[in-house]
């Protein structure tokens, strides 16, 4: 009778994705996932031809994570791309490694930024739809300015300069939008 197997590539998979989480996508090696997991190599090579596709699974994982925390951020702010600021921030600061991993890391065979962040749900399509219904005359250079401003913020949260209460990034972002487009309050 053949032995049961006990470590799954679900197993190997959530294993990998909770190192990445914790240590950093660079800590993640098939002897740290074999003895997390408990168990030797021989069942993520017996599943996985090499770590590049353990790696590229992660990488996958760590997207659809983004996406779901995305699409349960709330939704608070009036002014475009300011629901989108707040999540990519809260995500920086929540899931640092994961942030790393999507957003910074050489993107070697994975997705590009705007594609993470766009997702299949059409996440910067719609904020820039949103623009342009309120008169952005264009709403693609308002998101360039918007991300560059999100991004660098995001950021900042990593190295700890970055210490503003939800509030203040909320009025921040909505002033922000207001001033690249020309509408401040003078």
Known sequence: ?????????????????????EEGFINVTARKVAARAGC???????VYK???????????????FFQDYYSLYPR???????????????????ERNLFELLFISQNVHRKSMYEVLNGDAGNVVYEINLAKSLGCTNPQEMFMKMWIFIYGAACMTLTGDYDLSDRETMELLEHSYESFSGNAAR
């Open 1 to 21: 009778m053949a032995r049961k197997e006990s470590i799954t590539i679900q197993n190997i998979l959530d294993t990998a994705f909770s190192m990445t989480r």
């Open 40 to 46: 030797s190599t021989q069942p993520i090579f017996r």
């Open 50 to 64: 090499n770590m590049d596709e353990l790696w590229n699974a992660v990488y996958l994982k760590a997207v659809s």
């Open 76 to 94: 608070t702010g009036k002014a475009p791309f300011s629901n989108m600021g707040m999540a990519v921030i809260a995500f920086a600061r929540e």
